[in-house]
């Protein structure tokens, strides 16, 4: 299965960019990355998702490198309902792994007024 | 509002028993998952079921068994239950298709004693 790498936490000030990033270097070329947020109590939230190029929605940006090895999650001013655990998922196609999201730790965002 | 109805929010029960957890996807989604998230393991990936076949099984134990049923509800049943297994149960639920997102439910509690 592929694996994914973000860093434990990161801390951003309200109104400002915040930049999350995920390694995963083992994905296959059909596998989708999938990016969600939590927050306490609550079920993950889908944000964005995308397979080769960059992504917007109004929720975040997404920017896959051309590699595919990583990604940034882009949220473009930040806002105190932004402070969530950020999951970066790869979205497995192949075989028998077909469909299985796996959450890694994830990124605890902190965001300062 | 996701769409996805997960019930009950709340479940208490003691050590042997068995329980019932029930999902009801989005009107129209034929793939559901489940999710089981506890403090220490984090949100792990359980089973996943499209249009009343299972698709992908992860880390579900030999004591739990899932069903999806002609109507897309699906089911999820813990048996011979141990404290280890109290955690928050989500369900998810995507129209099936390739590497489309996730709508998640508000989950069960389930507290064992």
């Known amino acids: 299965d592929a694996k994914t790498t973000q860093p434990n936490s990161m801390e951003s000030n309200e109104e400002e960019p915040v930049h999350l990033p995920c390694n995963h270097s083992?994905?296959?070329?059909?596998?989708?990355i999938h990016w969600y947020r939590q927050l306490p109590s609550q079920g993950p939230e889908y944000v964005i998702h995308g397979l080769t190029s960059n992504v917007n929605n109004r929720m975040a940006s997404l920017a896959i490198a051309e590699d595919r090895k990583s990604s940034t999650l882009i949220l473009h001013r930040a806002t105190l309902r932004d402070a969530a655990v950020y999951y970066c998922i790869p979205f497995l196609t192949g075989g028998t792994s077909y469909g299985k999201l796996t959450f890694g730790q994830g990124t605890i965002l902190t965001v300062h007024p | 509002d996701s769409g996805v109805t997960q019930t009950p929010k709340h479940l208490i029960t003691a050590t042997g028993q068995r329980v019932t957890l029930r999902c009801s996807p989005r009107?129209?989604?034929?793939?559901v998952y489940w999710y089981q998230q506890s403090l220490d393991q984090g949100l792990q990936f359980l089973i996943q079921?499209?249009?009343?076949?299972?698709?992908a099984k992860g880390n579900i134990l030999e004591r739990f068994s899932a069903q999806q049923f002609p109507d897309l509800h699906s089911e999820l049943n813990l048996s011979s239950l141990e404290l280890g297994d109290s955690a928050l149960y989500f369900c998810a639920s995507t129209p099936g298709g390739w590497g489309e997102k996730l709508f998640f439910g508000s989950g069960t509690q389930l507290s064992v004693l």
């Open positions: 009107s129209g989604d034929l793939s």
């Open positions: 083992t994905i296959s070329g059909t596998d989708y």
């Open positions: 079921y499209y249009n009343g076949e299972e698709r």
